[in-house]
């Protein structure tokens, strides 16, 4: 059986390579979703979304929804939407885990670019 992506992970900032947050990913309504639930940077614990639009913006990190309608398709997570906070940008998004079931690869998409991330699953 395949593993879930559902559970909490360590996002890890692919320009840093340092644990920034605690995202737990949840399926609600056979779609995916991503919350904030922790900010590892003592500082930044009461950080918000300066830069988000709508909804969003002035909210606290800490409980927003980063990842939203992730629908599954085989082996890959997409047709979704992933939220920097930092920016306030929102890009097509795409989960796959990769070999090791405690290793997640987060892509967001803009236009032809794309950054990745490595998440690591917390047991």
Do not use: H
Request: charge should be positive; hydrophobic fraction near 30%.
């Amino acid at each position: 059986m395949a593993q879930s992506i559902v559970g909490k992970w360590k996002t890890i900032d692919d320009e840093t390579g340092k644990a920034k947050s605690i995202v737990e990913i949840y399926e609600d309504n056979k779609k995916y979703y991503g919350k904030v639930i922790d900010i590892l940077n003592p500082e930044k614990k009461d950080a918000i979304c300066i830069e988000c639009e709508g909804d969003n913006k002035n909210k606290p990190i800490v409980g927003l929804v980063v990842i939203n309608d992730l629908v599954k398709d085989k082996n890959v997570y997409n047709s979704g939407t992933v939220l920097n906070p930092d920016n306030g940008e929102t890009y097509k998004c795409r989960l796959k885990l990769q070999d090791d079931p405690d290793t997640l690869q987060v892509r967001g998409y803009l236009a032809f670019f794309y950054k990745t991330q490595y998440w690591k699953r917390i047991k």
